[in-house]
């Protein structure tokens, strides 16, 4: 019997997740179908319940609804329980199990596709949001010598990193206009390149052979690439981390991690 995914969103349509998941069922000869489900606004919890109802094995879960998704999860993972989001549902067996793969995500498209080891590295991750959050444990494994959070909002910079401070890297946190670089790698989790606007970052924080990454992708270079770019950074656009935590999913509902280096060629074609 097929079984059967989704991902859920408002808006859903623009979405690459079920392209990503047939290639990677092909790939590995799982017997599945994944589509779109549109939630009202108001109706996440009740689209959850009637897949379930449905028959469905698991949901991938996007804006607005991760918060939502952590709190009408019944068990969670660890990793979704520091993030405070959930991107990734198993819905088997009578439990709402949630996941966060974003984080590792990340991780997965840093090392191993764009060849930059985060151990003993500077990061910089500006933001303080759910994005932030969800990456701050997978990178913190990673051996990092130091993370410093960036935020307009200082106080919310503050209330990240001492939720980190703990679990064995060296987390700091600044205002805007209190960074001071450069750094090694310079991670935009804020929402800025959807309106195309630069987050507030110094040249001073990039230098020759620093990785700059934006977690959002688009057709062009965000204006935070451009300008990473221009102070002699190596860019990188989150499309690579789309994949990868697709393939993090993946492996929990089916058990076996997809190759994700032909997806994420395609993708960019």
């Not at 999860?73 to 993030?83: C, F, N, Y």
């Not at 991750?125 to 444990?137: D, E, F, K, T, Y």
């Not at 990092?144 to 909002?153: D, G, K």
């Not at 690439?225 to 221009?230: L, P, Q, T, Y």
Request: charged fraction near 15%.
């Amino acid at each position: 019997m097929t079984d059967r995914y989704c991902v859920i969103g408002n808006p859903i349509a623009h979405s690459k997740s079920p392209e990503i998941h047939a290639a990677f069922a092909a790939q590995t000869g799982q017997d599945i179908e994944y589509g779109r489900c549109l939630a009202p606004l108001d109706g996440f919890a009740d689209t959850v319940r009637s897949l379930a109802a449905q028959g469905y094995a698991g949901a991938n879960v996007t804006v607005p609804f991760k918060i939502e998704a952590f709190t009408l999860a019944t068990r969670l993972t660890a990793r979704a329980r520091a993030a405070g989001a959930v991107n990734t549902l198993s819905l088997a067996g009578g439990d709402i199990v949630g996941d966060n793969t974003d984080g590792a995500g990340l991780v997965a498209d840093i090392v191993r596709n764009a060849g930059v080891a985060l151990a003993g590295k500077r990061i910089l991750l500006l933001g303080a949001g759910g994005a932030a959050r969800g990456i701050m444990l997978p990178f913190i494994e990673q051996g990092p010598e130091s993370i410093l959070v960036a935020n307009r909002t200082r106080a919310s910079a503050d209330s990240l990193a001492a939720g980190f401070g703990g679990h064995g890297a060296a987390v700091a946190a600044c205002g805007v206009d209190e960074i001071a670089g450069p750094f090694d790698i310079v991670i935009n989790a804020t929402s800025s390149s959807l309106s195309a606007a630069l987050p507030p970052v110094p040249a001073s924080a990039f230098a020759k052979g620093t990785l700059a990454l934006d977690m959002m992708y688009g057709s062009a270079p965000s204006p935070f690439m451009a300008f990473a770019a221009a102070q002699g950074a190596a860019t990188r656009d989150g499309l690579g981390m789309l994949v990868e935590q697709a393939a993090e999913a993946f492996l929990a509902w089916r058990g076996v991690r997809p190759e994700t280096k032909d997806v994420l060629t395609q993708l960019r074609k």
